[in-house]
């Protein structure tokens, strides 16, 4: 047991919330570089202040979720009209509290009468979260806030002057995993890691116990993920995550624990050497290969974390040029405002008028934005181009859809529906979305380098391009053709 607590990977309400989402402007960028800007918690909520409860040790462990200035920036597009984020780190009376009242950090903490300031997402903070002294506590991820052994709220129950699974409150459970999925949550670590008050014997897919658990499992549920969980008796902590525990019958444990997130098909380990192993097989790229790949990145033209993608993806364009069908389409609807809407259309009808000249027009809208500049600069036709925005806009309702705010998502976004076809087919969500050859692809980062051998594995016959080395390094979020060097965590605008 590490002293930093123990890991849920759950994200509750943040797909609710759409808290994916960005902002266009490039000070948001630098608010999501900018460190150093929490305090130490003194007081608690007082019922005046949005606050942001994160763990430290959280942070300091390196997970993505606990790093404040990444949620300032997340939250700057909510909190309009001078309303402040706090952001606050959780000491030991806060973590006993939090831990009582919501079981998990980072918590957001909204006065009822800030409520109101979220809009149409309101209702679902309020039916989500847990309402104590006139405040909202809205649970964003699965850190177990405190530092002390949580297997048995950090008692020696058995008086042997330690802490740990001797201990009577520590619980079974069975983990079902497999060693050959590579997603964070998978790994027995974390899954040993993950509940608090369960002492967890993690087995895997590919072992008889595993497949025979599995098999089982299918029989009672029609299809499983993994990974999933298995126990027999409740810890009081486990209610905390009551909306997930289902009751088995006919099996030898009697609760299970299927996280949403949890999407591992372990049927797709068959596919490495038949495609034909599995319906799965289907969703992979390896059993989708082609002589000349089709790649099509989903964005918003101004959200920062699409346009570090599109900075990400332009040098493998340029090295590999026609060899590949590359076009960049745009999520269904719009974050933010009339200027994504506009710049949206434009690209589109650069791509469709003018195609040789878009990979040089985004590349100079990437440096500043800079619209009109890019279009004088690539020597846009304006006329042909103008004339294609306004059938775009009648044949894709963009105008009506926009002045029709009953129709935004959310009530907050309106719809954008040139690419609405493409958006439904591949279940897109946010921005950005790569898909290559018809399937959904999570390159390992947004580097060229990591980009190059997405697009690769999509060839029957690699080409020679394919050998070459481009950087390792992902440009920075927004605008600005810049590398810092730091991790760029894969976040995006929307709900991916």
């Given at each position: ?36 800007q929490t305090t130490e918690t003194k007081k608690n909520n007082t019922n005046d ?160 116990t595993g497949k025979q658990i599995y098999d089982k499992l299918v029989k009672i ?135 040789q000249k878009y990979i040089p027009y985004l590349t100079c809208f990437l440096e ?129």
């Amino acid at each position: 047991m590490n002293k930093f607590g123990k890991i849920v990977w759950i994200t509750l309400l943040s797909a609710t919330l759409v808290l994916a989402g960005c902002n266009s402007q490039q000070k948001e960028t630098k608010t999501a570089q900018n460190t150093n800007q929490t305090t130490e918690t003194k007081k608690n909520n007082t019922n005046d202040k949005i606050v942001l409860y994160i763990d430290k040790n959280c942070e300091q462990a390196g997970i993505q979720q606990c790093n404040p200035n990444i949620w300032k920036a997340q939250f700057a597009q909510i909190l309009w009209s001078g309303n402040k984020l706090d952001i606050e780190y959780i000491n030991e009376a806060t973590a006993k509290k939090l831990r009582d009242i919501v079981g998990v950090s980072p918590v957001l903490v909204i006065p009822a009468n800030k409520l109101s300031i979220f809009g149409p997402q309101a209702q679902a903070i309020k039916a989500s979260a847990k309402e104590v002294d006139g405040s909202y506590y809205v649970p964003l991820f699965g850190w177990i806030p405190g530092e002390e052994n949580l297997c048995n709220d950090g008692k020696d129950n058995n008086n042997d002057g330690k802490i740990d699974a001797q201990d009577p409150t520590c619980y079974e459970m069975l983990a079902l995993t497999s060693k050959k999925c590579t997603k964070p949550y998978c790994s027995e670590q974390a899954l040993k890691n993950m509940f608090m008050g369960y002492a967890v014997n993690v087995i895997d897919y590919s072992s008889t116990t595993g497949k025979q658990i599995y098999d089982k499992l299918v029989k009672i549920n029609g299809s499983q993920y993994l990974p999933t969980f298995l126990f027999n008796k409740k810890h009081k902590y486990i209610d905390q995550m009551k909306q997930f525990i289902k009751e088995l019958t006919g099996c030898k444990y009697k609760y299970q624990i299927n996280i949403p997130q949890f999407n591992y098909d372990p049927s797709i380990e068959a596919c490495a050497t038949n495609c034909n192993a599995s319906p799965a097989c289907k969703k992979l790229l390896t059993c989708n290969k082609s002589d000349k790949p089709t790649v099509e990145l989903f964005v918003m033209s101004h959200c920062p974390f699409g346009t570090q993608a599109e900075k990400g993806i332009i040098p493998v364009i340029n090295l590999l040029k026609d060899k590949i069908n590359f076009s960049v389409k745009f999520v269904d609807y719009a974050m933010h405002g009339k200027k994504e809407i506009d710049e949206n259309t434009l690209q589109y009808c650069i791509q469709k008028e003018e195609p040789q000249k878009y990979i040089p027009y985004l590349t100079c809208f990437l440096e500043k934005g800079d619209t009109q500049g890019c279009e004088k600069k690539v020597g846009l036709d304006m006329n042909k181009i103008n004339e294609c925005i306004k059938n775009a806009d009648k044949e894709f309702n963009i105008t009506k859809n926009y002045n029709d705010k009953a129709s935004w998502a959310g009530g907050r976004f309106p719809k954008y529906e040139v690419n609405e076809a493409g958006n439904k087919k591949y279940g897109v969500q946010g921005s950005p979305t790569l898909v290559i050859n018809g399937v959904v692809v999570q390159p390992k980062d947004r580097s060229p380098q990591a980009y190059l051998e997405a697009i690769c594995s999509a060839f029957k016959n690699p080409p020679e391009e394919c050998k070459k080395w481009l950087s390792t390094k992902s440009y920075d979020p927004g605008f600005g053709w810049t590398q810092s060097g730091k991790p760029a965590p894969a976040w995006s605008c929307g709900g991916n």
